[in-house]
């Protein structure tokens, strides 16, 4: 008879829990249904971060200022649909460049959040460039030319400073490891207007580092 092994269990199992547990807090959906969400999540991701989001190809080039990673239908829960179907993507994808300098990731938003709307892959970047088009960024942010400490609450108020029609709440600053990676902006399914967060957490961080495009 083989005997219990506390050290196995901690080994082969606590990984496995670990992971389960990760996956029951994630707000992803295994498999959502076309049109079946409350708002959209629009990602300005920064620059000099862009290139390391999930999806972005190794040969991708940091570009200057903030770019869209993607515009994301969310539910006001926090939960989000991902993989709604398996639709092919848009025909000419190199005419959205502009706004997503990275082709394979354009392929990955269409697949993962693209198909999650009703809209034809034309349409749905469409409503990309349209939402992106919306957001003024603050005059500080596009002209940065050094690294600069920042409270996520003052890149908030330059956001809010710069888009007086938004509602409070409509911004949302993301960080990792004290270092800015994108501005998330909340806009109704419906016309796209900004429209107060829901279930969503912000960069709890006392400062950021802001890195500008030319220091990487």
Request: proline share 9%; charged share 20%; glycine share 8%.
């Amino acid at each position: 008879m083989k005997t219990f092994s506390v050290r196995r269990f901690a080994t082969v199992c606590l990984p496995l829990l670990a992971l389960l547990i990760s996956c029951l807090s994630s707000g992803a959906q295994e498999k959502g249904e076309p049109g079946k969400f409350d708002f959209y999540l629009m990602n300005l991701a920064w620059g000099p971060e862009f290139c390391s989001v999930p999806g972005a190809s190794s040969e991708c080039k940091a570009p200057r200022g903030f770019v869209l990673h993607g515009l994301w239908p969310q539910n006001y829960d926090g939960s989000y649909p991902v993989n709604c179907g398996e639709r092919p993507g848009p025909a000419h994808p190199e005419q959205n460049l502009d706004i997503t300098p990275d082709l394979p990731l354009l392929d990955h938003e269409w697949s993962k959040h693209g198909t999650c709307t009703t809209m034809s892959p034309e349409e749905f970047f469409g409503l990309e460039h349209q939402a992106f088009h919306s957001v003024r960024i603050p005059k500080k942010l596009r002209d940065l030319k050094h690294e600069e400490p920042l409270r996520p609450k003052d890149i908030l108020d330059m956001f809010a400073k710069a888009n007086p029609s938004f509602p409070q709440g409509s911004v949302v600053v993301s960080c990792e490891n004290k270092r800015l990676t994108a501005v998330e902006v909340c806009l109704a399914k419906d016309g796209l207007l900004p429209i107060s967060c829901q279930g969503l957490r912000g960069c709890d961080a006392d400062a950021l580092r802001i890195v500008p495009a030319s220091a990487k």
